[in-house]
């Protein structure tokens, strides 16, 4: 099946500093690739959308110059929190489609966020 | 704008009970449906996905219905087992995109 990795599993940063979260899709080739954010004990929202070779697109509210998404090759994207504040300390997941159309969606892992 | 709810919000049953969760969305011009689990601190795990087209779908233990019309799926878990105890959530995709909107989540404890 479909094989999505998340890196790092969990970091810890301090506030003030960026953090990257990488996103791969391991056996296949993702054209779409999605970021999520999960608050303790609350669904998932989705944060925005990225097309390979493309910017992303951001969902309402969310900040673009804050969470910064590169999607740069088929099998890897990236989210970046620049600086980040205790507020951003989330769990973040990532998903990856092999079509900008109606097909399934596979999803990471996902990275626990804290910061202090 | 698409809005999921599910209900129960959280269920406790005892082990070997059938079950059924639900899950409910405010625009019937869905694509499909998909229903996934979520353990504590991981991602998720693609549980069963129903096109617009279907009215259910089946994959073990697990039964899912979709009745697009009337905006509700429904999740059936036979022979519920300890092991089942998670989060199960509800997301439907629909429109121009492919984005899934999810539900709130149903935390499920099956009892030993």
């Known amino acids: 099946g479909a094989v999505v990795s998340q890196h790092p599993s969990w970091v810890i940063c301090k506030s003030g500093t960026s953090v990257k979260i990488e996103c791969r899709s391991l056996?296949?080739?993702?054209?779409?690739m999605f970021w999520y954010r999960q608050f303790p004990k609350q669904s998932l929202m989705l944060m925005a959308t990225?097309?390979?070779?493309?910017?992303?697109?951001?969902e309402q509210g969310v900040e673009k110059d804050k969470f910064l998404i590169n999607h740069a090759s088929l099998t890897l994207s990236t989210l970046t929190v620049t600086s980040a504040h205790p507020e951003d300390s989330s769990f973040y997941i990532c998903?990856?489609?092999?079509?900008?159309?109606?097909?399934?969606?596979?999803f990471g892992p996902g990275t626990r966020l804290t910061v202090t | 704008k698409q809005e999921v709810t599910q209900i129960p919000a959280a269920l406790s049953v005892p082990e070997g009970e059938n079950l059924v969760l639900n899950c409910s969305f405010t625009?019937?011009?869905?694509?499909?449906l998909q229903w996934f689990r979520q353990d504590p601190g991981k991602g998720l795990t693609s549980l069963l996905l129903?096109?617009?087209?279907?009215r259910e779908q089946t994959s073990g233990r697990l039964n899912a219905s979709l009745d697009k019309s009337s905006g509700r799926s429904t999740l059936y878990i036979a022979a519920s087992q300890p092991g089942d105890s998670a989060t199960y959530l509800c997301?439907?995709?629909?429109?121009?995109?492919?984005?899934?909107?999810f539900g709130t989540g149903t935390l499920l404890a099956v009892q030993p």
């Open positions: 998903s990856a489609s092999t079509s900008g159309g109606t097909y399934e969606q596979y």
């Open positions: 056996d296949f080739q993702a054209t779409t």
């Open positions: 990225s097309n390979e070779g493309s910017k992303a697109t951001y």
């Open positions: 625009d019937s011009a869905i694509y499909n």
């Open positions: 129903i096109q617009s087209s279907q």
């Open positions: 997301a439907v995709e629909g429109g121009a995109t492919n984005k899934l909107i």
